[in-house]
C-alpha cells in the first residue's frame, strides 16, 4: 500500500511541477528549496479538493501574464498560506478519499501550506441538505457509529502523521447545522447523539495530533440564532470543539448585511463560548469579480478586526469553465486568476 501511495504522490506532483529535478536514482525525487514565503498569521487560504480531478481532466492554469502555472504554486504567488482538503470515506470515483487527499497534502506540505483537512463522515458531499453515512457504516448500532467515526478519522490522520504532514486544524463534520451522520446524529432530533460523535471525532483526533485544533463547522456565518442552538446543544450534551467554523455565501447585493451580520456573529460567539471562529468557505458569483474583491477586502478587514477570527478559505477558486456547473470560482474561463483573489495578499 505505502508503495502505491508513493507512485501517486511522485505522478501527481512530478506533473504539477513541484519538483525541480530528480538524483540519479529517479524513484528518489529531489525537493525544492525551502520555502521563502511567510505563511504565518492570519490564515489566507482555499479548500482545492477538485484539483486532482481537475488536472486529471485536462485543466491547467495560468497567471495573469498567461504563463501556464502549477496551482498550488501560483496560489501561493497570489498570497495564499493554507490549503483545506475534504475527505470522504469511500467514494465511488475515488476521488476526495484518503489517498488523494494525501497526495494532495503532500504537494500543499511541500510547498509550505498550513493544512486544513475537513472529514465528511460520508461517501459524498456532507452539507445542510445531506449528511448520508458511509454505505459501511449502514446499519452499524450508535455505538458501532462512534467507533467507525473514530477509527477513520485515526486511520486518516496516522497517514498524514506517517508522511510526517501535521495539520493545524481538523474538521470533524462539514457545515454540521443539523448535525451529521444522519439519522443517528440528527441535531433536531438527536442532539445528544450529534455532540457524541462529535466528540468521537474531537478524541480521535488529539490521540494522533494533541495540538491540532478541532473545528466544528456550521453553515450561514451570519445566522447568530442558528450558531448558538447548535453550540448550546453541543454544550449541554458534552461535546467538544476547540474553533468555530463558518461559511458565508453571499449575493453580489447581500453582501454588505450578510458580512455585517458574520462579524457580529464573530464576536458574538467569542463571549458567549470564548472560542475564535475560522472561516472555513466563502465564494461568490465568478461573474463578478470586482464586487467579490471588495466584499472579501472588507470581510478580511472587519474579521481581523475583532481580533477573534483566524483566518478566510475560499472555496475551490480554482474551479473555472462551468466546472461541475460550479459558478462560484475565483479564475476566468481561460484559467487566470481574476482580481477576486487580490485580497489575499497581505
Known amino acids: ?57 485536462g485543466s491547467k492554469f495560468y497567471d495573469n501574464s498567461g504563463r501556464e502555472a502549477e496551482c498550488l504554486t501560483l496560489l501561493r504567488d497570489l498570497g495564499m498560506n493554507s490549503i483545506r482538503l475534504r475527505v470522504w470515506v469511500n467514494p465511488s470515483d475515488g476521488w476526495c478519499n484518503k489517498e488523494d487527499m494525501l497526495a494532495k497534502a503532500f504537494r500543499a506540505n511541500s510547498l509550505g501550506y498550513r493544512l486544513m ?9 456532507a452539507d445542510p441538505g445531506q449528511q448520508t453515512k458511509p454505505v459501511a457504516w449502514e446499519g452499524y448500532s450508535f455505538e458501532e457509529l462512534q467507533t467507525a467515526v473514530a477509527d477513520h478519522t485515526k486511520e486518516v490522520l496516522s497517514a498524514l502523521k506517517d508522511m510526517n504532514i501535521t ?4 474538521q470533524v463534520g462539514n457545515e454540521t447545522g443539523n448535525g451529521m451522520l444522519w439519522n443517528e446524529g440528527k441535531a433536531d432530533s438527536n442532539m445528544a447523539g450529534y455532540a457524541a460523535l462529535t466528540t468521537s471525532g474531537y478524541d480521535a483526533v488529539k490521540e494522533i495530533f494533541p495540538n491540532a485544533q478541532v473545528i466544528v463547522h456550521i453553515q450561514e456565518g451570519n ?15 458534552g461535546g467538544k470543539w476547540d474553533l468555530i467554523g463558518m461559511s458565508l455565501y453571499p449575493e453580489t447585493d447581500t ?39 471588495e466584499w472579501l477586502t472588507e470581510f478580511f478587514s472587519a474579521s481581523q478586526a475583532t481580533n477573534n477570527c483566524l483566518g478566510i478559505f475560499y472555496w475551490e477558486p480554482q474551479a473555472y469553465g462551468n466546472w461541475k456547473a460550479y459558478g462560484k470560482g475565483a479564475f476566468d474561463d481561460s484559467g487566470r486568476p481574476t482580481q477576486a483573489l487580490d485580497p489575499f495578499k497581505k
Request: net charge negative.
Open 255 to 293: 453582501w454588505k448585511q450578510l458580512t455585517e451580520d458574520c462579524v457580529s456573529n464573530i464576536s458574538y460567539l467569542y463571549e458567549r463560548y470564548n472560542t475564535k471562529s475560522i472561516i472555513c468557505e466563502v465564494g461568490m458569483a465568478e461573474s463578478d469579480a470586482e464586487t467579490c474583491k
Open 117 to 125: 483537512i475537513d472529514f465528511h463522515y460520508s461517501d459524498v458531499w
Open 167 to 170: 495539520p493545524e486544524w481538523v
Open 1 to 57: 500500500m505505502k508503495s502505491k501511495i508513493y507512485s501517486l504522490f511522485l505522478s501527481a506532483i512530478v506533473a504539477g511541477g513541484i519538483f525541480t529535478s530528480c538524483s540519479e536514482d529517479e524513484s528518489k525525487p529531489v525537493f525544492p528549496e525551502k520555502p521563502t514565503y511567510d505563511m504565518t498569521g492570519f490564515a489566507r487560504g482555499a479548500d482545492v479538493s477538485w484539483l486532482t480531478e481537475m488536472e486529471k481532466s
Open 223 to 237: 445566522d447568530k440564532n442558528l450558531f448558538t442552538w447548535i453550540f448550546d446543544g453541543l454544550k449541554n450534551n
